[in-house]
């Protein structure tokens, strides 16, 4: 963790040629979450309705800029169940789908009814062509969906919940959703962990207390069918068989059994599995990203920039570029006495030399 901290703070890459490069930025729009069509290059951001300055929640990026997708209805205020009210991530799956999570959470706080929702977007023709809604069965008044997973081969999707600890897997045939492992000690944020970034503290202003946000980031390893997830205010990487996770013969009890720890990690926003197996992970307090090899159950640095202010959310791009957005959470209002710090625009970038 030093090591990081020491290489992000004088702007290094490493291993190897891995370098970093500006994709886009967004001077008023907190970018967390990115997708890309690994067939077409096709690059589609989100911007969380946090503060006053949020105007568009899902966009494409088209010669550098945000045009609102998939058109400027759904991104406008109107019927929380088919606009977006506050979208937090966004993923492109093997088929030409976007597919996107709206936790209906504006500026963290409560749930928007009617709003909490997972949308599909068929890429080929722009059009929403799904729309599965979460009840407070699925999503309830203190929950945050976070960051989700498209498995196409057993329709399923995996969300994490990071506001009360949860991961949420929903049948896309039906739109049947399940809450599982809620509360449980894999997806609940590490108690003793207190988060620093840019060698400061982090307080939670309007709690006066450290943040605890609980599981977030998700990977699925499709190879051996495992999900892996990681509390955000924690340093251990957990997984656990799809194959259990869809079980619903399986108790409460049964499921909690079949989780692993399999390691400490940096305090990891965006996680993210690769062809062979591994996974990579954002490091925020490094301003970094690094990769897990489950092999050998070793971490490696990837790349630290002083650039990567936060860095939240990872998706391959074609040619094994590695796209990555830097949203800045340690510089809001809430962490600073009720004042931004933010001096630069967010921005999306992208690592080559893998």
């Known amino acids: ?17 891995a370098e970093l490069q500006e994709v886009a930025s967004f001077p008023n729009q907190r970018v967390t979450g990115v997708a890309v069509s690994q067939k077409t290059g096709r690059i ?24 609102p997708f998939p058109n400027e209805e759904w991104n406008k205020p109107g019927d929380p169940a088919s606009h977006f009210v506050c979208v937090q991530s966004v993923v ?22 009617g709003g909490p929702k997972l949308v599909k977007v068929e890429l080929r023709t ?18 945050y969906l976070n960051d989700v ?23 896309l045939k039906t ?16 108690k003793d962990v207190r988060l620093a970034v840019d060698g400061k503290e982090l307080i939670d202003q309007e709690k006066k207390s450290p943040p605890q946000i609980a599981s977030d980031g998700i990977a699925l390893q499709m190879g051996e069918g495992y999900l892996y997830y990681h509390a955000l205010t924690g340093h251990t990487l ?23 720890n399999v390691g400490d990690t940096p305090a990891a926003d965006g996680m993210l599995e690769a062809p062979d197996g591994s996974i990579y992970l954002t490091d925020i307090e490094g301003g970094a990203v690094v990769h897990w090899d489950p092999l050998t159950k070793n971490i490696e640095p990837v790349i630290a920039d002083k650039e990567l202010l936060w860095p939240d959310t990872l ?40």
């Open 1 to 17: 963790m030093r090591f990081l901290l020491c290489i992000a703070a004088l702007g290094w890459s490493v291993a190897g040629a």
């Open 44 to 67: 589609f951001v989100n911007f969380p309705n946090w503060s006053d300055d949020h105007t568009i929640s899902v966009a494409e990026v088209v010669n550098g800029s945000p045009k």
């Open 92 to 113: 492109v799956d093997d088929q030409e789908n976007l597919w996107i999570l709206d936790p209906a959470a504006p500026k963290m706080k409560e749930i928007v009814k």
């Open 126 to 143: 722009n059009e929403v062509v799904q729309e599965i809604p979460f009840g407070e069965d699925v999503a309830p008044r203190k929950s």
């Open 149 to 171: 997973r498209i498995d196409t081969r057993s329709n399923k999707a995996f969300i994490t919940d990071s506001g009360t600890g949860a991961i949420v897997v929903v049948d």
């Open 175 to 190: 739109g049947k959703a399940r809450r599982l492992l809620h509360q449980h000690s894999s997806t609940q944020p590490e």
């Open 238 to 260: 957990y997984r656990v068989k799809t194959r259990d996770l869809a079980d619903e013969t399986l108790s409460e009890k049964n499921l909690e059994s079949k989780v692993e």
């Open 315 to 354: 998706s391959w791009g074609p040619h094994r570029d590695l796209y990555v957005t830097a949203s800045q959470i340690e510089n809001m209002p809430r962490f600073n006495n009720g004042v931004s710090r933010r001096t630069e625009a967010y921005k999306l970038f992208k690592i080559t030399g893998l």
